[in-house]
Nanobody, 128 residues
Framework: QVQLVESGGGSVQTGGSLTLSCAVS????????MGWFRQAPGKEREGVAG???????YHVESVKGRFIISQDKARKTLSLEMNSLKSEDTATYYC??????????????????????WGQGTQVTVSS
C-alpha cells in the first residue's frame, strides 16, 4: 500500500506562484511512476505532469515552461512548482502513483489516469 498526502494549495493572483507537495509513504519502493492531475468544477480530470522514478519527466503542453514536477527521494516527496499561474489553472490538484510498467507514451499514461494510488487533493484558486 502507498499513502499520498498533498499540501501547498491556496489562493493566488494571476501571474503568481505556488508549490504543491505530496508526501509519499508506505511501499514506496514499488512505485514506478508518479503524476500530478487536476480537476476543475464541471470538467474532467486531466493529467498535468508525470515523473518516472528512475529518471525522466513529462509536462503537458498547457503547463510546459510554467510548471515543474520533481521529487526529493530523501524526503519521499513529490513536488509541483507552478509559476505564471492563470485563472484556468484553478482546480483541485491530486498526486498519484503507479506500481506497474507502462508501454505507451506519457501522453497516453496521463490521459488514461491509470494510476493505483491517489491523494485526497489540494485546492488551487487563481484569481485576478
Amino acid at each position: 500500500q502507498v499513502q499520498l498526502v498533498e499540501s501547498g494549495g491556496g489562493s493566488v493572483q494571476t501571474g503568481g506562484s505556488l508549490t504543491l507537495s505530496c508526501a509519499v509513504s508506505g511501499y514506496t519502493s514499488g512505485i514506478i511512476y508518479m503524476g500530478w492531475f487536476r480537476q476543475a468544477p464541471g470538467k474532467e480530470r486531466e493529467g498535468v505532469a508525470g515523473l518516472l522514478m528512475s529518471g525522466g519527466r513529462y509536462h503537458v503542453e498547457s503547463v510546459k515552461g510554467r510548471f515543474i514536477i520533481s521529487q526529493d527521494k530523501a524526503r519521499k516527496t513529490l513536488s509541483l512548482e507552478m509559476n505564471s499561474l492563470k485563472s484556468e489553472d484553478t482546480a483541485t490538484y491530486y498526486c498519484a502513483a503507479r506500481t506497474s510498467q507502462y508501454d505507451g507514451s506519457w501522453s497516453d499514461l496521463l490521459g488514461s489516469a491509470d494510476f493505483d494510488y491517489w491523494g485526497q487533493g489540494t485546492q488551487v484558486t487563481v484569481s485576478s
